[in-house]
């Protein structure tokens, strides 16, 4: 049983401009290969979706 | 974890809305899917569908069966590719006049696009997929007319709604006064049967430790056995969930009108809770708030992330 909990909130839509997903912030291929990826991989994603949201957040003015 | 599956199978795995998706490389120009999500994930599946096939083709779309989780992507990847679409025989006849209330769309407050199939599956077929050869089996228990498809030679599974590495999937044909618990008993020993090293479920991630699985889904039928009871209560908790992950927020009184208007939720209301619609949302979403399933900040509830 895989200890790392996938990152999926179920929105699942891609956002042309960010090309990251509006739920989870992913790219394509980070969830297209997440189902093989080792557990430090999947904690390495993890680790870069909050950077992502950090970014995302601090350049929203509504933010 | 390793990846314990031939090169030829990429699984895409998301949430709970959508089930996994099962790409299959069967020549160096086209490819297969199992199985296509939810309707409202469409536009991410094909792409994600794209991005497995590494530049081969979709020329194929079987169905384990067909649920709206399962078969909410099938107009979409159609359209995208052209390819074909197979279905389980029984269901042949919901898919081609599109019956929602047995295809479980409108009494469950769910949503699907309309497709049409161009060849069925019956148990006993088999099936070339990524290059291997798939035996199509009986599943019935989550549905009556649900597949599994078995590959000896590379010993992996792909088991639908039939086997998850934590228990199955709603015992629906129970809820409809079909011999559910039996046919449940009779798929988790076909499935113990076989020689698995590696089962692909519909919803969750790969795994292999068969025997483990089979047990906890195992005790999970002795206690719905004993218990018939919460067979309905499992289901009410898991579809309104279902309905969240959808919407992704909702307000109390809007789950107050699925519960009366939606004919599932009022049919199991009536033979089991007999509550006032309200009461019965408060109650529910109390309870699956308290086990963390389901956020409430005033009278908006969302799922729990």
Redesign the interface.
């Known amino acids: 049983m895989s200890p790392v909990a996938s990152p999926c909130v179920n929105v699942c839509v891609m956002d042309d401009a960010t090309g990251l997903c509006r739920g989870c912030s992913r790219t394509l291929d980070e969830i297209a290969r997440w189902s093989v990826m080792q557990d430090s991989e999947k904690q390495q994603v993890l680790a870069l979706l909050a950077q992502r949201k950090k970014i995302k957040m601090g350049s929203d003015p509504c933010g | 974890?390793?990846?314990l599956?031939p090169t030829s199978i990429?699984?895409?795995?998301?949430?709970?809305?959508?089930s996994?998706n099962v790409v299959l490389h069967d020549d160096a120009g086209t490819g297969t899917v199992v199985d296509t999500?939810?309707v409202?994930?469409g536009?991410?599946?094909v792409?994600?569908v794209r991005?497995?096939l590494e530049g081969r083709r979709l020329t194929r779309l079987v169905n384990t069966h067909c649920h709206s989780d399962h078969i909410g992507g099938n107009a979409a990847l159609a359209r995208a590719f052209g390819c074909t679409i197979a279905i389980p025989v029984g269901e042949a006849r919901n898919i081609a006049e599109w019956d929602t209330e047995a295809l479980h769309l409108d009494g469950f407050g769910q949503h699907c696009e309309r497709f049409a199939f161009d060849s069925t599956i019956a148990a006993g077929d088999t099936l070339t997929m990524g290059g291997l050869e798939w035996q199509a089996l009986a599943a019935p228990g989550h549905d009556m007319d649900s597949l599994v498809l078995y590959a000896p030679e590379p010993r992996v599974l792909i088991s639908a709604d039939a086997l998850w590495?934590n228990g199955f999937g709603v015992l629906f044909p129970e809820l409809y006064g079909e011999p559910g618990l039996a046919a449940t008993r009779a798929t988790l020993d076909r499935i113990a049967a076989l020689d698995v090293a590696t089962v692909i479920p519909g919803h969750g991630?790969?795994?292999s430790?068969v025997g483990a699985a089979l047990e906890r889904a195992y005790g999970r039928l002795d206690a719905f056995t004993r218990d018939p009871e919460r067979v309905t209560r499992n289901a009410f908790r898991a579809l309104l969930v279902f309905y969240l992950?959808?919407r992704?927020l909702a307000r109390l009184d809007e789950l107050a009108a699925l519960l009366e208007q939606a004919s599932f939720f009022a049919m199991l209301n009536a033979r089991s809770y007999r509550l006032e619609p309200g009461v019965l949302a408060q109650k529910l979403v109390a309870e699956l708030a308290e086990a963390g399933v389901l956020q409430v900040e005033a009278d908006i509830v969302r799922?729990a992330?």
């Open positions: 974890m390793d990846n599956l990429r699984v895409l795995e998301r949430g709970w809305l959508s996994n999500g939810y409202t994930h536009a991410q599946t792409a994600l991005h497995a590495e991630p790969v795994f430790e992950l959808d992704q799922p992330h």
